[in-house]
């Protein structure tokens, strides 16, 4: 029999509580001291097994009556709206690069850096081939029965990745009977559409329990330009065309370009994805005190994005222009162009530049497959000592096929330049046959493959006075792939986008593990971590946790954790095949005449472990005096050395221009300032240190008949640094946004079968790192309700952003003159939802 304070029996009902609430709960819940015999669980953040939920780190639980409260119709979605979010992890809402992944960012510190657990088991790395995090559009929300967001480091218990912390996702199992779910949403300007099905069946037989279930979702589009608060883009690529930065008006002359195009009026805020998916649950008792466990998840994306026709930038040799090779394709520059100011460089080169409108907006697709397949066999060695063992094996794959349709062969099109100049230069329509001789449809393919299997021994080694000593041992081996294999086209560098070559590699660990819980008294305990990995990559690294909890009172509890982490090279970073980008930079010798400048980046073999400290240290407060109340506060501090990340060129030019000869053999600058092959290689130089205090509030309580329950969530930022630059309450279109208030506030009240809720998310003032100025902040807020007609049906319904606020202007946005992965760009959505149960 166990006895329990006020505090432990809190922290052990979060879960029970936050299924309850429908509502978010951060490790908080109300139970009067009770004395009870608990099953034993094993917790987010440690392996052994405990007949509590309290231990010395801060976990939210998000429940499934939330997800579906808040009108949530994926993962990513219901995990950014969390106060501990920061930076810009990708979307629905992100419509350049993404290729249709999801993820999460916890702390801002990268989505690389939060590892991603399926049931506790590690899930295969995802999205269109050779990928370093986990794609959440990979798990179906239907399936879901709560989320476990660990938010210290946790490299000691589960390996690599874990460094800002651990998001586990707990599947509906043990369910019996049949359920289906029917959920939609759209904006009030009539777009954006969502809809999602689902069906979930369970039975029981003798010692067991099968629960399968199936998924479809269907999100629609919806268009910048179709909102007002959409500024209309301005870009120097025009469906005209422009020769030396000219463009000929009506009377045939050639004059600077005055306007730009609208790009805004192709491209997406809310990108189309259509999602499949299959999954099972199953547990069988097959005697002897053996459990067999297994779940299985398929998933089939297809999803796509649009952007505005291809810009192509074509260099062109000019007929008799010193430089121009004798013989050399070339064209001629006629006496207006020349008048207007055309001239070739002194390579003997002029700029010709088109926004391909004749062969239509890039549409990127995606069609991917994701599996896995988890089992393992768990039992104990002794019912009185409580000796319990497990094997697991988990296997997980990922294939990709991507496109982007009406790309552009820049050798093709300066060949057709170069055959029929005058139908170029004209600003006419293309012809069909010019359309068809440049474009194509770009295509690649790609995929990840993990293998894990592990064994475990936990139980109890020893009584101290005030309790046993928990123990958990284990040894594991993961098997990790991935390639990427780009279109034959780019791979040869004759598109109009920059040359990538294939990607291909493959790693593998072997761990072994240990962690040891310790009631030194009744009132302090202590947990310690210890795990070693072997890398066929880097060799070696070694990683510890140290946890105390105190119980000053049955009221208060008080807990830290210091830590180490470490986070290993990926697939991409050691096997990425060289790709170009074409980053703005400024040459000091002045030889570029353009200022995007190709820089080859390249990825390294021999590159090393991330290394990271974390340290937490909070309370737990449930007052005896105010029954139903939970109060939580921690504050936070992570620090990652040796980061992967590339060097910052700009720096490099400058410093190898000044003399430094060791910057120019870095970044490959020949002599002269020649920046043929100007190379940036990833490499072990980045650092972050960011911290900052989290509180949660949570209350529940009855009054004039009613069960009410309120829940407050705050970070605040204190500082958040990144390679030596201070993000701390900014934003900005390339990193994304570091608020240093961030709050979820909700209320809601039920009776019998009816309950509604308001919920408000606000996002601080923060500055716009490109102008220096105020953004300001932002509040949102959403209304739902749901009914319960009667035992086996319910409805639901619900508006998000109810005030349909406007998203805030940022001036290095990352689209559409905002950050979509932070601010709302939809606007007033208004869903529903039917349950039937039966």
Same mark, same amino acid.
């Given at each position: 029999?166990?006895?329990?304070?006020?505090?432990?029996?809190?922290?052990?009902?979060?879960?029970?509580?936050?299924?309850?609430?429908?509502?978010?709960?951060?490790?908080?819940?109300?139970?009067?001291?009770?004395?009870?015999?608990?099953?034993?669980?094993?917790?987010?953040?440690?392996?052994?097994?405990?007949?509590?939920?309290?231990?010395?780190?801060?976990?939210?639980?998000?429940?499934?009556?939330?997800?579906?409260?808040?009108?949530?119709?994926?993962?990513?979605?219901?995990?950014? @709206? !969390?106060?501990?979010?920061? #930076?810009?992890?990708? #979307?629905?809402?992100?419509?350049?690069?993404?290729?249709?992944?999801?993820?999460?960012?916890?702390?801002?510190?990268?989505?690389?850096?939060?590892?991603?657990?399926?049931?506790?088991?590690?899930?295969?790395?995802?999205?269109?081939?050779?990928?370093?995090?986990?794609?959440?559009?990979?798990?179906?929300?239907?399936?879901?029965?709560?989320?476990?967001?660990?938010?210290?480091?946790?490299?000691?218990?589960?390996?690599?990745?874990?460094?800002?912390?651990?998001?586990?996702?707990?599947?509906?199992?043990?369910?019996?009977?049949?359920?289906? $779910?029917?959920?939609?949403?759209?904006?009030?300007?009539?777009?954006? !559409?969502?809809?999602?099905?689902?069906?979930?069946?369970?039975?029981?037989?003798?010692?067991?329990?099968?629960?399968?279930?199936?998924?479809?979702?269907?999100?629609?589009? @919806?268009?910048?330009?179709?909102?007002?608060?959409?500024?209309?883009?301005?870009?120097?690529?025009?469906?005209?065309?422009?020769?030396?930065?000219? +463009?000929?008006?009506?009377?045939? =002359?050639?004059?600077?370009?005055?306007?730009?195009?609208?790009?805004?009026?192709?491209?997406?805020?809310?990108?189309?994805?259509?999602?499949?998916?299959?999954?099972?649950?199953?547990?069988?008792?097959?005697?002897?005190?053996?459990?067999?466990?297994?779940?299985?998840?398929?998933?089939?994306?297809?999803? =796509? /994005?649009?952007?505005?026709?291809?810009?192509?930038?074509?260099?062109?040799?000019?007929?008799?222009?010193?430089?121009?090779?004798?013989?050399?394709?070339?064209?001629?520059?006629?006496?207006?162009?020349?008048?207007?100011?055309?001239?070739?460089?002194?390579?003997?080169? +002029?700029?010709?530049?088109?926004?391909?409108?004749?062969?239509?907006?890039?549409?990127?697709?995606?069609?991917?497959?994701?599996?896995?397949?988890?089992?393992?066999?768990?039992?104990?060695?002794?019912?009185?000592?409580?000796?319990?063992?497990?094997?697991?094996?988990?296997?997980?794959?990922?294939?990709?096929?991507?496109?982007?349709?009406?790309?552009?062969?820049?050798?093709?099109?300066?060949?057709?330049?170069?055959?029929?100049?005058?139908?170029?230069?004209?600003?006419?329509?293309?012809? /069909?046959?010019?359309?068809?001789?440049?474009?194509?449809?770009?295509?690649?393919?790609?995929?990840?493959?993990?293998?894990?299997?592990?064994?475990?021994?936990?139980?109890?080694?020893?009584?101290?006075?005030?309790?046993?000593?928990?123990?958990?041992?284990?040894?594991?081996?993961?098997?990790?792939?991935?390639?990427?294999?780009?279109?034959?086209?780019?791979?040869?560098?004759?598109?109009?986008?920059?040359? /990538?070559?294939?990607?291909?590699?493959?790693?593998?660990?072997?761990?072994?593990?240990?962690?040891?819980? +310790?009631?030194?008294?009744?009132?302090?305990?202590?947990?310690?971590?210890?795990?070693?990995?072997?890398?066929?990559?880097?060799?070696?690294?070694?990683?510890?946790?140290?946890?105390?909890?105190?119980?000053?009172?049955?009221?208060?509890?008080?807990?830290?954790?210091?830590?180490?982490?470490?986070?290993?090279?990926?697939?991409?970073?050691?096997?990425?095949?060289?790709?170009?980008?074409?980053?703005?930079?400024?040459?000091?010798?002045?030889?570029? !005449?353009?200022?995007?400048?190709?820089?080859?980046?390249?990825?390294?073999?021999?590159?090393?472990?991330?290394?990271?400290?974390?340290?937490?240290?909070?309370?737990?407060?449930?007052?005896?005096?105010?029954?139903?109340?939970?109060?939580?506060?921690?504050?936070?501090?992570?620090?990652?050395?040796?980061?992967?990340?590339?060097?910052?060129?700009?720096?490099?030019?400058?410093?190898?221009?000044?003399?430094?000869?060791?910057?120019?053999?870095?970044?490959?600058?020949?002599? #002269?300032?020649?920046?043929?092959?100007?190379?940036?290689?990833?490499?072990?130089?980045?650092? /972050? $240190?960011?911290?900052?205090?989290? &509180?949660?509030?949570?209350?529940?309580?009855?009054?004039?008949?009613?069960?009410?329950?309120?829940?407050?969530?705050?970070?605040?930022?204190? =500082?958040?640094?990144?390679?030596?630059?201070?993000?701390?309450?900014?934003?900005?279109?390339?990193?994304?946004?570091?608020?240093?208030?961030?709050?979820? &506030?909700?209320?809601?009240?039920?009776?019998?079968?009816?309950?509604?809720?308001?919920?408000?998310?606000?996002?601080?003032?923060?500055?716009?790192?490109?102008?220096?100025?105020? @953004?300001?902040?932002?509040?949102?807020?959403?209304?739902?309700?749901?009914?319960?007609?009667?035992?086996?049906?319910?409805?639901?319904?619900?508006?998000?952003?109810?005030?349909?606020?406007?998203?805030?202007?940022?001036? =290095?946005?990352?689209?559409?003159?905002?950050?979509?992965?932070?601010?709302?760009?939809?606007?007033?959505?208004?869903?529903?939802?039917?349950? @039937?149960?039966?």
């Amino acid at each position: 029999m166990i006895k329990r304070t006020k505090v432990a029996s809190a922290i052990n009902l979060a879960v029970v509580s936050s299924i309850a609430a429908g509502t978010f709960v951060a490790s908080s819940a109300f139970a009067a001291e009770e004395t009870a015999k608990v099953e034993r669980i094993e917790v987010t953040g440690s392996r052994i097994q405990r007949q509590d939920m309290e231990t010395a780190s801060p976990v939210t639980v998000i429940d499934a009556a939330a997800i579906k409260a808040e009108g949530f119709t994926s993962v990513d979605q219901m995990l950014q @709206v !969390q106060t501990s979010m920061a #930076g810009a992890a990708i #979307g629905s809402t992100t419509n350049n690069g993404a290729d249709g992944v999801a993820q999460v960012d916890l702390r801002g510190m990268g989505s690389q850096r939060t590892l991603v657990l399926l049931n506790g088991r590690r899930m295969v790395n995802s999205g269109s081939g050779a990928d370093s995090s986990v794609d959440l559009n990979s798990i179906p929300v239907a399936m879901i029965a709560r989320v476990e967001i660990l938010k210290d480091g946790a490299s000691a218990v589960y390996g690599s990745d874990a460094i800002a912390g651990v998001v586990n996702i707990i599947t509906k199992k043990d369910f019996e009977g049949f359920q289906f $779910d029917m959920n939609g949403s759209g904006t009030d300007k009539g777009d954006g !559409q969502n809809g999602d099905v689902s069906a979930l069946y369970g039975f029981n037989t003798d010692g067991g329990n099968y629960t399968f279930g199936a998924a479809y979702s269907d999100r629609r589009s @919806v268009i910048q330009g179709d909102r007002s608060w959409t500024e209309p883009g301005s870009s120097s690529f025009i469906p005209e065309g422009t020769l030396g930065g000219k +463009v000929q008006d009506a009377n045939g =002359n050639w004059v600077p370009r005055s306007y730009g195009y609208d790009f805004t009026q192709d491209s997406y805020y809310q990108t189309p994805s259509e999602r499949r998916s299959l999954f099972a649950n199953m547990t069988q008792e097959l005697g002897n005190d053996v459990v067999l466990t297994a779940d299985a998840i398929y998933t089939n994306r297809r999803s =796509n /994005q649009q952007m505005a026709a291809q810009p192509a930038d074509i260099m062109l040799n000019v007929c008799g222009a010193a430089g121009v090779p004798a013989g050399a394709p070339c064209v001629t520059l006629d006496s207006a162009m020349i008048a207007g100011g055309i001239a070739a460089d002194e390579k003997g080169l +002029v700029n010709y530049r088109r926004r391909t409108n004749d062969v239509g907006p890039r549409i990127y697709t995606q069609d991917t497959d994701t599996w896995r397949l988890s089992g393992g066999l768990a039992g104990t060695l002794d019912v009185h000592t409580g000796m319990n063992w497990d094997v697991t094996y988990t296997y997980g794959k990922n294939q990709a096929k991507t496109a982007v349709e009406n790309s552009i062969n820049a050798s093709d099109m300066t060949t057709s330049i170069y055959a029929n100049p005058d139908a170029w230069f004209s600003g006419d329509p293309l012809t /069909q046959q010019m359309i068809n001789d440049i474009s194509y449809t770009e295509d690649a393919k790609g995929g990840n493959e993990q293998q894990t299997l592990s064994a475990g021994l936990n139980g109890e080694l020893f009584d101290l006075s005030a309790g046993a000593v928990g123990f958990a041992i284990g040894a594991e081996y993961r098997r990790e792939s991935g390639f990427y294999t780009p279109d034959e086209v780019v791979i040869a560098g004759e598109s109009t986008s920059a040359q /990538q070559d294939p990607t291909d590699g493959n790693y593998n660990v072997i761990s072994i593990f240990q962690e040891v819980s +310790v009631p030194f008294t009744e009132k302090l305990t202590g947990e310690f971590a210890l795990r070693l990995d072997d890398y066929s990559t880097f060799g070696k690294a070694t990683t510890w946790k140290i946890g105390l909890t105190y119980a000053a009172t049955d009221d208060l509890m008080l807990r830290t954790v210091a830590a180490t982490g470490f986070r290993a090279p990926s697939v991409s970073e050691l096997y990425g095949g060289n790709s170009g980008s074409y980053d703005y930079l400024d040459d000091p010798w002045g030889n570029a !005449q353009d200022p995007q400048i190709l820089v080859n980046r390249t990825s390294d073999p021999d590159l090393k472990p991330e290394e990271s400290e974390s340290y937490t240290a909070g309370l737990v407060y449930s007052p005896s005096y105010v029954d139903g109340m939970s109060v939580t506060l921690d504050y936070w501090r992570f620090k990652v050395d040796n980061a992967i990340a590339r060097m910052d060129t700009q720096a490099g030019l400058d410093a190898c221009y000044a003399g430094d000869a060791t910057a120019c053999e870095t970044f490959n600058i020949g002599a #002269g300032g020649d920046l043929e092959n100007l190379t940036n290689a990833l490499t072990n130089v980045g650092t /972050q $240190d960011t911290s900052g205090i989290d &509180f949660n509030l949570a209350y529940s309580f009855e009054l004039i008949g009613l069960d009410w329950k309120v829940n407050n969530d705050t970070t605040y930022l204190v =500082n958040f640094e990144q390679d030596g630059e201070d993000y701390t309450g900014t934003i900005d279109g390339n990193f994304g946004a570091y608020a240093r208030v961030r709050n979820n &506030f909700s209320i809601s009240a039920g009776q019998d079968d009816w309950s509604v809720m308001y919920f408000n998310r606000y996002i601080g003032d923060m500055r716009d790192l490109a102008e220096g100025n105020n @953004v300001g902040d932002i509040i949102y807020h959403n209304v739902s309700g749901t009914y319960h007609i009667n035992d086996m049906a319910s409805v639901s319904l619900g508006v998000k952003n109810f005030t349909d606020e406007k998203p805030l202007t940022v001036s =290095n946005g990352s689209d559409g003159g905002t950050v979509p992965e932070v601010y709302d760009t939809i606007g007033r959505t208004i869903y529903g939802g039917v349950t @039937v149960k039966f």
